[in-house]
């Protein structure tokens, strides 16, 4: 006679029941024991990983949580998807900012400031940590970059005596020689003269951090200016102390560079004649085990809008979501915590400048959009002009330059979420704003998919949203700045910030957006929205 209590035995929608409860790593397990339990426990996991793939994440076993279930960490995800959609914080904290410095980034509960030393905060509940690296009097600093993920702050620093450069690689927290690192700072030698370095506004230039690898771009300019100039990518291995130099980037002058994933480098370079900026997409290889060598090869070149003749273009910038970086996951991180490594929003600021007549061409291009055109296409011998490739993937801003000081509109990046500042009403469009009706604002632009789905079902159900959804395409004529019209269509999700004080940075974390605001009295302080 068979034995009817066996756990198999039970009808397979209690199975189904029963796994849903239990944690992910023991599912993972049971899923391995048994054909049957391995299809049951696909269907637990089928609703999971659809709103996943929504959501344009990925499930990753690996970091499945100890102690949540599939039903618990769906609950958790479609939470996550409304704190951040209706921006309605549950929590608010104030954190104190330091006098004269510039406030650069905040992730996990760490909120880094430079100015003439570099501090760091941690910030653990009520309790507040200060961390400063103070540096060397005959000294400079004017490159940081910092990887939170990694407990890593990096400084060039140059001797003023002898103008040697020195990459110093810092605990974040700590602001100590990092414990990972083969030894506190590294030499290098790239030719900058110390007056250059003083003078030539250098950051467009790196430092970029992708896992090991600390990357700046350098250029050698020739004594005879018929020569094409030199530009070289210099990667220093932080864990390793391993230097190289990789040349083969297009001898047009660099405005800015960044890395979009480890195997794929960004660079707007500017065409002498005319004037036109260019986005060019590398393959790079990095050195490795199995090849000391690395190189890199012009993989695509795309026109960005055409400006006008007689406008002035200063230096651009690039800037790229955190979560592109090398994620190290840690055993209580959720699945829906891990972005894919080739997706988020990407950004460009181009400065635009007739006569006293000041403006910024702001561009949102998606990440996964852009690489798929470089997978599909090798078109390193011409240039793609925008039409073919911009309307599609991107979305434009013509913004007049209207806020003070040198905050940036489009400031920093979470995955597909931008924050920008502005005046309200000024965004795509060319027509000046009057005193009367412009007023500095502050916005979360969320450029998911997912969120765009979300939006659109919550207007035809007409319960409206706290901020706008914007799907129509964005027309920007040829006109004082521009050359041509310029077309794009990206849709996105627009939020107001309140309370939102002008000519401040604002910065993203994960389920965070950190800004000063004003208080009732006394100094500007750091609001930190917690979306729980």
């Not at 637990?44 to 970091?63: C, D, H, I, T």
């Not at 602001?175 to 110390?194: K, Y």
């Not at 994620?327 to 997706?343: D, I, K």
């Not at 995955?415 to 979360?444: H, L």
Request: glycine share 4%; net charge neutral.
């Amino acid at each position: 006679m068979p034995d009817t209590s066996h756990f198999l035995h039970l009808p397979d929608d209690v199975l189904v029941y029963l796994l849903d409860l239990t944690p992910m790593s023991d599912m993972e397990s049971a899923s391995k024991t048994c054909k049957q339990l391995n299809t049951i426990c696909g269907l637990v996991r089928a609703s999971y990983l659809y709103e996943l793939n929504q959501e344009g994440l990925q499930y990753n076993a690996a970091s499945a949580s100890q102690t949540v279930s599939f039903s618990q960490a769906l609950a958790s995800l479609r939470c996550r998807e409304n704190r951040w959609r209706t921006m309605r914080p549950t929590t608010s904290f104030c954190r104190t900012t330091l006098n004269e410095s510039h406030f650069t980034s905040y992730s996990q509960n760490i909120a880094l400031y430079v100015s003439r030393r570099v501090a760091s905060t941690v910030v653990h509940g009520d309790t507040v940590e200060h961390s400063t690296y103070q540096g060397r009097n005959d000294e400079i600093t004017r490159f940081h970059a910092s990887d939170v993920l990694q407990d890593l702050l990096v400084l060039l620093r140059m001797h003023i005596g002898t103008g040697m450069l020195y990459l110093s690689f810092l605990s974040l927290r700590g602001m100590s020689p990092h414990s990972a690192a083969s030894r506190p700072s590294r030499v290098l030698l790239t030719g900058i003269s110390p007056m250059g370095y003083m003078s030539i506004p250098l950051h467009a230039h790196g430092l970029r951090i992708l896992g090991p690898w600390c990357a700046l771009l350098t250029t050698d300019r020739p004594s005879n200016q018929s020569e094409p100039q030199i530009h070289t990518l210099l990667l220093c291995n932080w864990k390793s102390n391993a230097l190289f130099k990789l040349a083969g980037i297009h001898p047009d002058k660099v405005d800015d560079f960044n890395l979009l994933n480890s195997r794929t480098l960004a660079v707007i370079h500017r065409a002498s004649n005319p004037s036109q900026p260019i986005l060019r997409l590398y393959d790079v290889t990095f050195p490795g085990h199995l090849s000391s060598s690395g190189c890199v090869r012009l993989r695509l070149s795309l026109r960005l809008p055409r400006i006008e003749d007689q406008v002035s273009i200063s230096l651009s910038r690039m800037i790229l979501p955190r979560v592109l970086q090398e994620q190290v996951l840690q055993p209580n991180q959720r699945p829906h915590e891990v972005f894919p490594p080739n997706s988020g929003i990407m950004a460009l600021s181009i400065p635009l400048a007739v006569g006293i007549e000041k403006a910024r061409l702001d561009i949102a291009i998606d990440v996964a959009s852009l690489l798929s055109i470089a997978h599909d296409n090798d078109i390193s011998d011409r240039t793609m002009p925008w039409s073919e490739w911009g309307p599609h993937t991107s979305r434009v801003f013509l913004i007049n330059e209207v806020l003070e000081g040198d905050v940036e509109p489009l400031q920093d990046i979470e995955g597909y979420r931008i924050a920008f500042s502005t005046n309200v009403g000024c965004t795509d469009t060319q027509t000046p704003i009057s005193d009367e009706r412009s007023r500095p604002a502050a916005f979360i632009l969320d450029f998911n998919p997912a969120s765009i789905r979300w939006a659109r079902q919550e207007e035809k159900a007409g319960r409206g949203l706290r901020g706008a959804l914007v799907a129509e395409p964005s027309v920007l004529n040829p006109g004082r700045m521009l050359a041509e019209e310029v077309v794009s269509s990206l849709p996105y999700t627009r939020t107001m910030l309140e309370g939102y004080l002008p000519r401040h940075q604002i910065r993203l974390s994960r389920d965070e957006v950190v800004y000063p605001a004003n208080p009732v009295q006394g100094s500007p302080l750091h609001n930190v929205y917690s979306f729980a």
